[in-house]
Each structure stands twice: as C-alpha cells, then as structure tokens.
C-alpha cells in the first residue's frame, strides 16, 4: 500500500469520527442513549482500524517473504558464478604450471 493511500484512509476514518462525534454530541437524545451512540462509534472506529492494521501487516509479510525469496535466489546464483569462475582460475593456473614445467624441463637439458 503507498504512503498516500495509507493517508487517505487515515483522513477519511478521522472524518468519520469526528463527524459522528459532532452528530451524536448534538443529538437530541439523553445522555445514557447519547454515550452508548458515541461508545459504539469509538468501537467500530476501532475494529476497523484493526482491520486495517492486520491488512497492512499481512501485505508487508507478504512483500518480505518475497524479498528473502529473491535475495536467496540472487545468493545461490552468486555462488554458482563463483564456483564456474573457480574453475576457469584453477584451469588457468594448472596451464600455466604445465608451461612452466615444460620450460624448466628445456633449461635442465
């Protein structure tokens, strides 16, 4: 979720409740009936940032697993290249030896 969706939300459940606020506080209820509208208010504000809460968290587990998932993949691929260019190095170096071998074996004649 971007930052300014996140936002958004954010000022919109904000509106909401202040708005209900000021709807139940003017209300011409009686007070018992006036708190409980308002306490019900203030619970459903609040399931529903819960909500939104567990919704972000499983996106951003989500988006992590996925990014372990790339970095072992990109990890196992680094050392399979490592391991091809070992090879290359160690076949370098043997030729090399046997080149030097060979001239040694010239100067020993």
Same mark, same amino acid.
Not at 57 to 78: H, P, V
């Given at each position: ?13 904000? @509106?909401?409740?202040? @708005? ?90």
């Amino acid at each position: 979720m971007s930052n300014n969706t996140g936002n958004t939300v954010l000022a919109l459940l904000t @509106g909401v409740a202040i @708005g209900a606020g000021v709807g139940i506080l003017f209300a011409p209820d009686k007070g018992s009936r006036t708190r409980e509208k308002f306490k019900d208010g203030f619970e459903d504000a609040k399931n529903e940032l819960k909500n939104r809460f567990d919704s972000v968290s499983l996106e951003l587990k989500d988006k992590f697993s996925l990014a372990k998932y790339d970095l072992e993949g990109t990890y196992e691929e680094l050392v399979s290249n490592m391991s091809h260019k070992t090879d290359d190095v160690i076949s370098f170096l043997e030729e090399k030896l046997a080149e030097l071998k060979s001239q040694n074996a010239k100067l020993q004649k």
